[in-house]
């Protein structure tokens, strides 16, 4: 009997880093620009939605996604969080979902994340009187095998922040293999060890620096191209496998369209906010 395949909706809310693009107060000439051509120049703090119940980290643009993609938040299942830098989790809008701030269903959110980010995340809720039932915060490290209401998801080590242990997310959904791949430099060593027997139907990257020679704590387009490289070389990507870049920084001065010139050819997609892709 053939399986029936499934595929999965993968939707890209914003593909910005910290600043955003155009970026807050900035007045350079990428800024500008984008300003002037709006669409696909315009990005915003970045998240992801697998299907309409899993969401990758939550920036302080979730409002602006959510209205602009008309999504209904209340299906989240669960959240996981890569990090605690405030354009990857905005803790203090968690609020909005406890009693006397919205009417929701009455399942909790599960969130996962390292120490930091969970910390963030009880912070702000016990200032309100706890969770309430409206979320259960799971603190993870990296290698933990973890069964998710919505998925299999293994937290692994990125090179990122070194007052922190920054999360990469390998992940199984609907019979898809998905790595989730920033804020990162260079992948550490260990992170490859584990990854390099995996096979995937999805990657996503970050290129924040573009052709700034930095690969340390963030990627450019050469840590990017030399990712790709070392995953055809150990075999990780199938011949459906779709590689996805984005979190990109106005710093790195290139507009929608040049990012799409310097990664076509490379057949990598650029993502853009908005972007859905069936996986
Ligand atoms: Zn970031
Ligand atoms: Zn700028
Ligand atoms: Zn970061």
Redesign the pocket.
Known sequence: MEREMTSMKVRFLGTAAF?G???LF???????K?MELGGENIRTRTSVMLGDDLKVDFPPDTYTHMIRDRLDLDKVQDLILTHSHSDHLYAEDLVARLPGYSKTGDHPIQIYGNDLTIAKCKQMLDAEGGAQGKFVLNRVRPYDKLQLQTSRVVPLPAAHDPNETCLLYYIEKDDKTILYGHDTGTFPDETWEWLKDKKFDLVILECTVGHVDYQKTHMNIEAVLETKSTMVEYGMLKPVSEIVVTHFS??A?LLHADLVDIFEPHSITVAFDGMVLEV
């Open positions: 600043e693009i155009p970026a900035c007045g350079c000439e990428l800024c500008k984008a106005h710093n001065q």
